[in-house]
């Protein structure tokens, strides 16, 4: 079974799936977030980390599995989505 994704941009957030329980942080102190190329950068840096720990990238994924990754990678993707906001806020409230 998958471990539950926990997708940080720089700090941990826990997904809804009690089944999972990795972790993965997701560094963006290199990348300037008050522009629209970085905020890409870290958008790709999230995508890969989730897929990674909601086991997307497994090329042996059973498909019973398939649907439970899909809703670990979403749920996950949500939280970073909320956690990258409050990372962006920060940034451009330090100006």
């Known amino acids: 079974m998958f471990k539950h994704a ?6 941990a957030l ?3 799936q009690p089944a999972f329980a990795e ?3 997701v560094a963006y102190g290199d990348l300037d977030l008050n522009t629209t190329e970085g905020r ?3 958008d790709s ?12 990238r497994a090329l042996d994924i059973r498909s ?3 649907e439970a990754a899909r809703q670990c990678y979403v ?3 949500a939280d ?3 956690a990258k906001a409050r990372a962006v806020q920060i940034e451009l409230a330090a100006r």
Do not use: P
Not at 6 to 11: D, E, R, S, T
Not at 45 to 56: I, Q, S
């Open 6 to 11: 926990i997708i940080a941009a720089g700090l």
């Open 14 to 16: 826990a997904a809804s």
């Open 23 to 25: 972790t993965r942080v």
């Open 40 to 42: 890409a950068q870290l």
């Open 45 to 56: 840096r999230l995508r890969n980390a989730a897929r990674e720990v909601c086991g997307l």
């Open 64 to 66: 019973g599995d398939f």
């Open 75 to 77: 749920k996950s993707m």
């Open 80 to 82: 970073a989505r909320k």
